[in-house]
């Protein structure tokens, strides 16, 4: 999937990305697409916080994260994926700080539907939340 | 769950949902609370959407909203949850209008974790998006 | 979708639910079709137990039947569904006797997928498990 | 995780593993076990069969698969899991030939839940089915 300028095939890939609003307002960098995996970078922002006192990030933005970079991921790396059917998450950890870095995968490319597992790490590289979408062709 | 002046209880729901920053950006609104049932509204913003061309909600956010919605529904009918451990989320029809409206129900109180399933509906009370999350106590 | 003469409407739904031979091997009985719900029965036998030492139930044994009556919930209650896309189940307590009763529901009917919600419950009415599938149409 | 001699490591996870009545039903051998994976397979037998026209195997039977290998995985690399709180599966193509060959990772160990994932192939190395499942500690 990737070409031999690959630069060009990112900026389409942030082009894409940056058409949603809500993906705008995330602060959303794709920093990365290999043959295997993409990667998106989310910076901080205080309004994404859920529990005040510890200041750890909002799950569903943590859902979104792993939504959004699967899709994109299914789409980067050769398949289609128009709309998520479902989503799975597990959140292991609560993320306090900034910048998230997610790194999707493809699980399954179909013709219906395909499959994308997202990790989701901080700056130490600690396991934050993962989780996988069904998407639909 | 309920009492004689479920206003109160209301009220400290309303103040507790609002501690989120995520919650009050959300602009999240507690409807009512009966023995079975959590209802939870959100409002249309514009920095929600996800696909602009059809103007619908990123899964992220009904993510979002079905993840609050079900841990604050163990909470308000008598279990505990701290922290949400894992989400199923099902995108059922894209959501183009607000308010949306979350109801979420308990599916087992428990003592490590319990389980709380959520639907949202636009306001024609159409099924959005519907989900489950599994709570620890 | 049930007609005047529901039994006939029920034996059908038997007759497919044993070309299975897993289903077959299950002892899976068709209990009741409602307007709304389609009960099946599964009766005890030795080889489904996990943990030996409290006699209960393999989980995969529990996500079967979540699986299985949630495809012919669709099937019965006016949709289509030929494959499971996705299953989750959430185990809420030991099932250490039988037998087990699992009560399927729509949660909506679509064209290109359904999805269905299951509960299982034991003779005391007990919830043992219960989860959602997404069935390809 | 593994010894010097990881051999006796392994006759034990297989005498663990056989202790569950439906584990012997349905065949199971440990393959392997190596500091990332632990690999289980199920040779076919003809009552695990759904649809009789294809020959596929009931997707119950392979989210029992899935099921089971995250708990040995957790418990053979470094984690407790006495239980499954919730089982997410994903089903890709179907299972027509044994044996089916289940391959186990840790996604995270924790204290309260670990997480582990586990993908399905055949013979031919094609992907099945896969999934994650959440283990109480």
Request: zero cysteines; hydrophobic letters at 45%; proline letters at 4%.
């Amino acid at each position: 999937m990737t070409t031999p300028d690959n630069r060009i095939e990112l900026a389409d890939l942030r082009k894409m990305l940056h058409l949603a609003p809500f993906h705008r307002w995330l602060g959303l960098e794709v920093v990365d697409l290999t043959e295997a995996e993409l990667i998106v970078e989310m910076p901080w922002r205080d309004e994404i916080v859920s529990n005040p006192v510890i200041g750890s990030v909002h799950g569903g933005i943590l859902s979104a994260l792993i939504d959004l970079t699967g899709l994109y991921t299914i789409n980067a790396l050769g398949g289609t994926a128009r709309a998520t059917a479902d989503l799975h998450v597990d959140f292991h950890r609560p993320a306090t700080s900034g910048p998230l870095r997610a790194t999707g995968r493809v699980v399954k490319l179909g013709k219906q539907f395909s499959v994308a597992e997202t990790r989701i790490e901080d700056a130490a590289q600690r396991l934050l939340a993962s989780g996988r979408g069904a998407y639909v062709g």
